[in-house]
């Protein structure tokens, strides 16, 4: 339970700009004044002359005083703009780069190529992702890149003092001590990234999985809803082509059931449509699949099936139906049966021409007098399937027109690489890993190779570990590549094995580790490899499997570092000079550190940006998917009763709720029975428009069941609202339909209006029964026809 309100407090779902920048100047006021309680604390030890300067770290006070204040200045200013300017990018930018400018300030003090100032420069990255913009991120980042390498570079010629703060350890007791220190600086980065990004990335797949089955059902009866059915046959149809195996729909009508409406009301047609969705998935096989194709229709997917077997359990379904015992509130029993059109390929076919055929035999059977099944098989002419339509991946990165040829093309081909990547399963994606951490360590071999080959090399490396460290470096290409040969072997057996993930992870967590402790295990690469793969590693990879992974490299660092400190091993045994060992900062040292880490921060922060920014992109599609009807395009029934609920809530102590209007197309059955479902669709996209085009800005309109839509008019006097819904009306009254067969025909809806003329402490349920109420009165006065209710307190 604390661990999801942490969670749901850092990922803020609804936070505007101005609220999410308030989480970099958040963590600036923590790690400044955490850091300020740090420079006191060491200041009061009698032994602070071995490890830090103390003119300098009490020169650094009041600066980290004024950081701090800043840092205060910043927050008060985002709450006070929270309300007024809340989608400022602007505040955004400012407040990322006082994070980044400040964290480099800190890691100049301690030194520009520390194990903190990587650990902080790639986490923060990272972890920027979850609450920022991505421009406002990647200006961030390149401000602070460029800044430590310009203090690097600046070092290196002694243009500044490296690490001022700090003193280079000079025996056992200054080196445990310095120890302390760099593991002191880096520790609240270190817990907060880590932390941060496994809560919040965990959050946002569980929140698209759930979005995303929210984007796929059906809220009335819980089965699949239109869009979601009919990509299920989409793939089903490939399938079944590809393996030759035969295919069925069957498209059912509920018979009657507009009657059941209108004589017993929409909730009781609304239970039966629940149960009648029950009854039809108990007499479904595994395998087999049902949707909500329109009001009362259903389409049934069955793969495998054809002949006398789909028809078998097709007649299955109709008798399921016919057996449903439903009563309404005054006792009257409901009948409920079905009419079935099934139809099915053997050689293969698109998916349009079997749902079509199915609509088609769905006629015959209601013409043939209902609750009975027509089937037929379609002709081989008839399953010609068509070329299928190229499908362009989701774009993520900038338009790159204006790049030169070759960049585009590697852009574009990055771009489908990565569209792809949530098909692959986790033998493949280890894999990949193994393949980009087996290219890293030939990175570091040839720069062993490189050193062999200079004059000056004993200037700097200790000559007597360069041939053993090449050997090392082999023997672990060599393991990467006998893991890819294993994963190979098993990834189409076993795709997903949690043995083969984890011996990966661990090899690849340790061979990390043990590379990073021949140059200095408190060093830049390794600060930016410990935090910086693990946190990409959340997001492909198994949570559980890459925190023990990372916990694993990080207490082996831990224990090289004490290990070393206290003289058990020695510390960064190829670098030749003391100083060097502990505070390296000459041009040759800066050049290597950049050499083994730029390529590392490329791949990591182009995976995560590109992986992020799809997740982020696709995020915001399944929220509008799972908002709106994939027919019509207007707001589903779900979200148009939440937006009619929350209304209602808002203004129930402040004066006259909302009005809620009730509408239902007229003779639609007629419609679809006479010109088929394709025109009935058609009739409901128009209407949709119409109504979305009438309507005033701030009102909302939603399909509320199959021909029938509900209308919300907020803050709308009953007056003003029978008004607005009466030009509704005459606008739908207007509408001219050109079925397939060229027949021209009008539309027209009954319409019922509800709404409170003083606060009445109504809810939303009792504002739509009272709406549904009125519209039943204006079918029963001869429809096309407007009628009102005010609901008193």
Same mark, same amino acid.
């Given at each position: 339970?604390?661990?999801?309100?942490?969670?749901?407090?850092?990922?803020?779902?609804?936070?505007?700009?101005?609220?999410?920048?308030?989480?970099?100047?958040?963590?600036?006021?923590?790690?400044?004044?955490?850091?300020?309680?740090?420079?006191?604390?060491?200041?009061?030890?009698?032994?602070?002359?071995?490890?830090?300067?103390?003119?300098?770290?009490?020169? /650094?006070?009041?600066?980290?005083?004024?950081?701090?204040?800043?840092?205060?200045?910043?927050?008060?200013?985002?709450?006070?703009?929270?309300?007024?300017?809340?989608?400022?990018?602007?505040?955004?930018?400012?407040?990322?780069?006082?994070?980044?400018?400040?964290?480099?300030?800190?890691?100049?003090?301690?030194?520009?190529?520390?194990?903190?100032?990587?650990?902080?420069?790639?986490?923060?990255?990272?972890?920027?992702?979850?609450?920022?913009?991505?421009?406002?991120?990647?200006?961030?980042?390149?401000?602070?890149?460029?800044?430590?390498?310009?203090?690097?570079?600046?070092?290196?010629?002694?243009?500044?003092?490296?690490?001022?703060?700090?003193?280079?350890?000079?025996?056992?007791?200054?080196?445990?001590?310095?120890?302390?220190?760099?593991?002191?600086?880096?520790?609240?980065?270190?817990?907060?990234?880590?932390?941060?990004?496994?809560?919040?990335?965990?959050?946002?797949?569980?929140?698209?999985?759930?979005?995303?089955?929210?984007?796929?059902?059906?809220?009335?009866?819980? &089965?699949?809803?239109?869009?979601?059915?009919?990509?299920?046959?989409?793939?089903?149809?490939?399938?079944?082509?590809?393996?030759?195996?035969?295919?069925?729909?069957?498209?059912?009508?509920?018979?009657?059931?507009?009657?059941?409406?209108?004589?017993?009301?929409?909730?009781?047609?609304?239970?039966?449509?629940?149960?009648?969705?029950?009854?039809?998935?108990?007499?479904?096989?595994?395998?087999?699949?049902?949707?909500?194709?329109?009001?009362?229709?259903?389409?049934?997917?069955?793969?495998?099936?054809?002949?006398?077997?789909?028809?078998?359990?097709?007649?299955?379904?109709?008798?399921?139906?016919?057996?449903?015992?439903?009563?309404?509130?005054?006792?009257?029993?409901?009948?409920?049966?079905?009419?079935?059109?099934?139809?099915?390929?053997?050689?293969?076919?698109?998916?349009?021409?079997?749902?079509?055929?199915?609509?088609?035999?769905?006629?015959?059977?209601? /013409?043939?007098?209902?609750?009975?099944?027509?089937?037929?098989?379609?002709?081989?002419?008839?399953?010609?399937?068509?070329?299928?339509?190229?499908?362009?991946?989701?774009?993520?990165?900038?338009?790159?027109?204006?790049?030169?040829?070759?960049?585009?093309?590697?852009?574009?081909?990055?771009?489908?690489?990565?569209?792809?990547?949530?098909?692959?399963?986790?033998?493949?994606?280890?894999?990949?890993?193994?393949?980009?951490?087996?290219?890293?360590?030939?990175?570091?071999?040839?720069?062993?190779?490189?050193?062999?080959?200079?004059?000056?090399?004993?200037?700097?490396?200790?000559?007597?570990?360069?041939?053993?460290?090449?050997?090392?470096?082999?023997?672990?290409?060599?393991?990467?590549?006998?893991?890819?040969? &294993?994963?190979?072997?098993?990834?189409?057996?076993?795709?997903?094995?949690?043995?083969?993930?984890?011996?990966?992870?661990?090899?690849?967590?340790?061979?990390?580790?043990?590379?990073?402790?021949?140059?200095?295990?408190?060093?830049?690469?390794?600060?930016?490899?410990?935090?910086?793969?693990?946190?990409?590693?959340?997001?492909?990879?198994?949570?559980?499997?890459?925190?023990?992974?990372?916990?694993?490299?990080?207490?082996?660092?831990?224990?090289?570092?004490?290990?070393?400190?206290?003289?058990?091993?020695?510390?960064?045994?190829?670098?030749?000079?003391?100083?060097?060992?502990?505070?390296?900062?000459?041009?040759?040292?800066?050049?290597?550190?950049?050499?083994?880490?730029?390529?590392?921060?490329?791949?990591?922060?182009?995976?995560?940006?590109?992986?992020?920014?799809?997740?982020?992109?696709?995020?915001?599609?399944?929220?509008?998917?799972?908002?709106?009807?994939?027919?019509?395009?207007?707001?589903?029934?779900?979200?148009?009763?939440?937006?009619?609920?929350?209304?209602?809530?808002?203004? /129930?102590?402040?004066?006259?709720?909302?009005?809620?209007?009730?509408?239902?197309?007229?003779?639609?059955?007629?419609? #679809?029975?006479?010109?088929?479902?394709?025109?009935?669709?058609?009739?409901? /996209?128009?209407?949709?428009?119409?109504?979305?085009?009438?309507?005033?800005?701030?009102?909302?309109?939603?399909?509320?069941?199959?021909?029938?839509?509900?209308?919300?008019?907020?803050?709308?006097?009953?007056?003003?609202?029978?008004?607005? &819904?009466?030009?509704?009306?005459?606008?739908?009254?207007?509408?001219?339909?050109?079925?397939? #067969?060229?027949?021209?025909?009008?539309?027209?809806?009954?319409?019922?209006?509800?709404?409170?003329?003083?606060?009445?402490?109504?809810?939303?349920?009792?504002?739509?029964?009272?709406?549904?109420?009125?519209?039943?009165?204006?079918?029963?006065?001869?429809?096309?026809?407007?009628?009102?209710?005010?609901?008193?307190?």
């Amino acid at each position: 339970m604390l661990t999801r309100k942490i969670t749901r407090a850092f990922t803020g779902l609804r936070w505007t700009r101005v609220e999410r920048a308030l989480a970099p100047a958040l963590h600036v006021l923590l790690v400044y004044s955490y850091y300020l309680a740090g420079a006191l604390f060491l200041l009061g030890r009698d032994d602070r002359a071995r490890v830090i300067d103390e003119g300098v770290v009490q020169g /650094q006070i009041p600066v980290f005083a004024a950081i701090v204040g800043g840092a205060i200045l910043l927050i008060l200013t985002g709450l006070w703009m929270r309300r007024r300017a809340s989608d400022s990018l602007l505040f955004q930018h400012v407040c990322a780069q006082y994070y980044g400018l400040t964290l480099v300030w800190a890691g100049f003090l301690t030194g520009p190529l520390g194990y903190a100032a990587g650990v902080v420069l790639m986490g923060s990255a990272l972890a920027g992702y979850i609450a920022l913009e991505r421009r406002v991120i990647l200006t961030a980042f390149g401000t602070a890149f460029f800044a430590i390498l310009g203090l690097n570079l600046a070092t290196a010629f002694d243009l500044l003092p490296y690490a001022p703060a700090l003193r280079a350890p000079t025996d056992s007791a200054s080196a445990l001590l310095w120890t302390h220190v760099t593991f002191f600086l880096a520790a609240p980065h270190i817990l907060f990234v880590v932390g941060a990004m496994a809560l919040m990335l965990g959050f946002w797949q569980k929140r698209e999985n759930y979005v995303l089955r929210l984007g796929l059902t059906d809220v009335l009866t819980g &089965v699949h809803n239109r869009r979601s059915i009919l990509d299920l046959l989409a793939a089903e149809t490939a399938r079944a082509q590809c393996a030759g195996t035969p295919l069925a729909v069957a498209l059912l009508d509920l018979d009657h059931f507009k009657r059941i409406n209108d004589t017993w009301g929409h909730p009781a047609g609304d239970r039966v449509l629940q149960e009648a969705a029950r009854a039809l998935r108990a007499c479904l096989r595994e395998g087999d699949a049902i949707g909500r194709f329109g009001g009362e229709e259903f389409l049934l997917v069955l793969p495998g099936l054809a002949g006398d077997a789909a028809v078998r359990l097709a007649e299955r379904c109709r008798g399921a139906l016919a057996a449903l015992e439903l009563h309404a509130g005054s006792g009257e029993r409901m009948p409920v049966s079905g009419s079935f059109g099934v139809a099915w390929y053997v050689a293969g076919g698109p998916a349009e021409a079997l749902v079509h055929a199915a609509d088609a035999l769905l006629y015959e059977a209601k /013409q043939a007098g209902r609750n009975r099944v027509v089937a037929r098989e379609l002709a081989a002419t008839t399953a010609a399937s068509p070329a299928p339509a190229e499908v362009t991946p989701p774009r993520v990165l900038r338009s790159a027109t204006a790049l030169p040829a070759a960049r585009a093309r590697a852009l574009r081909l990055l771009q489908e690489f990565l569209a792809g990547w949530p098909a692959w399963n986790q033998a493949d994606k280890q894999i990949f890993f193994l393949g980009v951490s087996a290219l890293m360590t030939l990175n570091f071999a040839a720069w062993g190779v490189v050193m062999l080959m200079r004059e000056d090399r004993g200037q700097f490396v200790d000559m007597a570990l360069a041939l053993p460290l090449l050997f090392y470096l082999g023997a672990v290409v060599l393991g990467f590549l006998g893991l890819i040969g &294993v994963g190979v072997l098993i990834r189409r057996r076993w795709p997903n094995s949690w043995l083969y993930q984890f011996v990966c992870q661990q090899y690849f967590a340790l061979t990390l580790v043990f590379s990073g402790y021949v140059t200095g295990i408190l060093s830049f690469p390794v600060g930016v490899m410990l935090v910086g793969l693990p946190l990409v590693g959340f997001i492909y990879f198994s949570r559980p499997l890459v925190l023990l992974s990372f916990a694993t490299s990080f207490v082996v660092t831990v224990v090289l570092a004490y290990a070393s400190a206290l003289g058990v091993l020695p510390y960064a045994p190829m670098l030749a000079g003391h100083i060097e060992r502990y505070q390296p900062h000459s041009f040759f040292w800066v050049f290597t550190f950049y050499q083994f880490t730029v390529p590392a921060m490329a791949v990591i922060l182009v995976l995560a940006d590109q992986t992020l920014g799809r997740w982020r992109q696709r995020g915001q599609q399944v929220v509008a998917i799972s908002r709106t009807d994939a027919l019509t395009q207007v707001h589903n029934r779900r979200n148009i009763l939440g937006l009619v609920e929350r209304e209602v809530a808002r203004t /129930q102590r402040r004066g006259p709720g909302p009005v809620v209007v009730l509408l239902d197309l007229d003779h639609f059955k007629r419609i #679809n029975d006479t010109w088929g479902h394709p025109t009935g669709d058609r009739v409901l /996209q128009e209407a949709a428009r119409v109504l979305a085009a009438t309507l005033r800005e701030g009102d909302a309109v939603g399909r509320y069941g199959g021909e029938e839509f509900l209308i919300l008019l907020p803050e709308t006097p009953l007056a003003g609202a029978a008004a607005l &819904v009466e030009r509704c009306r005459e606008q739908l009254a207007a509408i001219t339909i050109t079925a397939d #067969n060229g027949d021209r025909f009008a539309i027209s809806a009954s319409f019922g209006v509800a709404g409170a003329l003083q606060p009445s402490g109504r809810g939303a349920e009792a504002l739509i029964k009272a709406a549904d109420e009125a519209l039943y009165r204006a079918k029963e006065l001869g429809r096309n026809r407007v009628e009102t209710v005010a609901l008193t307190a």
